[in-house]
């Protein structure tokens, strides 16, 4: 299956600071990804869609200028939490989008889980 | 609004044994696409089967398969032979084409030795 890769997968800072989470699609590229969020025993609340080349499309309620998101190639997307808080602190996850051979799948990276002192 | 809804919060299956999980949503789109991801401790979201709305076959994959109704938008996974291993959350997903995926609340499946 395809390979999605997530970086760092845990990260600790400081409050104020911003933290960058990179999404990679390994063996294929992905004109569109996904960011979610999941808190613990819920499900995956989609942030954004980040088109390559394009700017993201934010959900309702996801502060844009809180949660950049960089898709400059077809295989990297980037989200950086700016001056991030403790109320920031997640588990943050990536899709890529796959439609090879027409068959459209999300595939996800393995999460990134970020805690703000 | 377009959902999807588990109504199983939790079950339990002894190794070996079938357990099917349900799974419906609402959609107005005639073309889309249907899943089901497993989440185990770890976090990672894991493709565990797909259907495509279109096709009426059902798809399996190995010992997983559904039963995709179409009409009353229905999408149950059944998995066969439960292994420890399959222990995990289970999530079922609408999505395709230019529509966003919805995910489900989920299904925690708990499989006992």
């Known amino acids: 299956g395809a390979v999605v890769s997530q970086h760092p997968s845990w990260v600790i800072c400081k409050s104020g600071t911003s933290v960058k989470i990179e999404c990679r699609s390994l063996d294929f590229q992905a004109t569109t990804m996904f960011w979610y969020r999941q808190f613990p025993k819920q499900s995956l609340m989609l942030m954004a869609t980040?088109?390559?080349?394009?700017?993201?499309?934010?959900e309702q309620g996801v502060e844009k200028d809180k949660f950049l998101i960089n898709h400059a190639s077809l295989t990297l997307s980037t989200l950086t939490v700016t001056s991030a808080h403790p109320e920031d602190s997640s588990f943050y996850i990536c899709?890529?989008?796959?439609?090879?051979?027409?068959?459209?799948?999300?595939?996800f990276g393995p999460g990134t889980r970020l805690l703000v002192l | 609004a377009q959902t999807v809804t588990q109504s199983q919060p939790e079950m339990s299956v002894q190794e070996a044994e079938t357990v099917t999980l349900s799974c419906t949503y609402d959609?107005?789109?005639?073309?889309?696409?249907l899943f089901w991801y497993k989440q185990p401790p770890s976090r990672q979201m894991i493709l565990v089967i797909r259907q495509e709305a279109y096709k009426q076959q059902n798809a399996t994959e190995n010992r997983f398969s559904v039963n995709f109704q179409k009409a009353a938008k229905s999408f149950s996974l059944k998995i066969s032979d439960s292994q420890l291993g399959d222990t995990a959350m289970y999530f079922c997903a609408r999505g395709g084409g230019t529509y966003k995926y919805i995910f489900g609340t989920g299904t925690r499946l708990k499989v006992l030795a």
């Open positions: 959609t107005s789109e005639n073309n889309y696409y």
């Open positions: 899709s890529a989008k796959h439609t090879g051979l027409l068959r459209e799948t999300q595939y």
């Open positions: 980040s088109n390559e080349g394009s700017k993201a499309t934010y």
